[in-house]
């Protein structure tokens, strides 16, 4: 994904914000897949997630924020 104030393509929490906030779904299908595979960055996904935790409108941080949940749990 091609981040509006960002040059790079690295998951930094930044980037990952961007992911979440403006993401289409192939963005997220690519950020899922990534996670699974790197505790850090679904540790990076619950941190921003949680930024957005007291806004009810922000339903897609929500969504991140109990799917890291979840899969930080699990593991």
């Known amino acids: 994904m091609?981040?509006?104030h960002l040059n790079h393509r690295q998951y930094t929490?930044?980037?990952l914000?961007?992911?979440i906030g403006r993401g289409?779904?192939?963005d997220w299908a690519e950020l899922r897949s990534v996670a699974l595979e790197d505790r850090g960055l679904?540790?990076?996904i619950l941190r921003i997630a949680l930024t957005r935790?007291?806004?009810p409108y922000a339903q897609r941080y929500h969504?991140?924020?109990r799917y890291a949940e979840q899969h930080l749990k699990a593991a």
């Open 2 to 4: 091609l981040h509006r």
């Open 13 to 15: 929490l930044a980037a």
């Open 17 to 19: 914000d961007d992911m």
């Open 24 to 26: 289409k779904r192939e």
């Open 42 to 44: 679904m540790e990076k």
């Open 53 to 55: 935790a007291q806004d």
């Open 63 to 65: 969504f991140w924020r």
